[in-house]
């Protein structure tokens, strides 16, 4: 069974949706993790299901599968960057992270997206960090008490850094909040995972809800092409093999935007030349 591969539109944001689509097809990836970002469907525009209704159609014409994904740097605070988030220390913060959240998922029914990704965010100076886990827990079992158990998945992405960095803090926190799957970006384990990130994929197959795929170098949080850093790709994609993932696997380039047009056709001749 080949693996289906996606390149998120982060990496896009010089291309319109509608190209960026057309390219990330004619290139051979089975699909799109789609950021919802003011650029690119912006979920606070008045037409924004309109629009999520005609991106469905278009991938559905070019044959696209979606994920959605929550993390855009400035879609809720244009001065803060990935603020307000889950662990925000005000009520109306949390609240209006939330907000935006179950907006993305019903985007993300009309979009027929396999996922909706999020992260926690990173406490802010002074939060004590067990009112922040708290705040997390509540934030993310009202978000499957209100969108869980649709057609897509419903999943925690670590991120260094944040109050959830590793696949062993998704695990606490899906102790707590049964529904949520894992969005493991498989770099993000050489910067700051207790495992490698072929031992993720192994040891959390049956949890994955997404996975994202890139170059990064142990211990530094830098997205990079497929063959630079210290990445395994082969093993990794030999694991998401191995425990069956039929999601699609999305590749995230979100500082090489100005050189799309060759980082696209490139990363998909390192897949399959990795995959083998």
Known sequence: MSLRYAYNTNGLTSHRLDDALAFLADTGYAGVALTLDVHHL????????????????????????????????????????????????????????????RLACDLAEVLQAEAVSFWAGVPQPGVDRDDARRWLVDG???????????????AVEPEPGMLVEDADDWAALADQVPGLTLALDTGHCVVSGRYTPEEAVTTFGPQLGAVAVEGMR?????????????????????????????????????????????????????????EG
């Open 218 to 274: 142990r211990g530094v949080h830098d997205h990079l092409p497929l063959d630079e850093g210290d990445v395994d790709l082969p093993a990794v994609l030999a694991a998401l093999r191995a425990v069956g993932y039929d999601r699609l696997v999305s590749l995230e380039l979100s500082r090489d935007g100005h050189r799309a047009h060759q980082m696209v056709p490139r990363s998909i001749e390192l897949l399959r030349k990795a």
């Open 42 to 101: 912006d979920p606070f525009a008045d037409d924004a299901v309109a629009h999520a209704e005609r991106v469905r159609r278009r991938c559905d014409s070019l044959g696209l599968g979606v994920v959605v994904e929550t993390g855009a740097r400035f879609l809720l605070d244009p001065r803060v960057k990935h603020e307000p988030t889950l662990v925000n220390p005000t009520p109306e913060g949390r609240a209006r992270r939330l907000a935006y959240l």
């Open 140 to 154: 993310a079992r009202a978000l499957v008490d209100s969108h869980g158990g649709r057609s897509y998945a419903l």
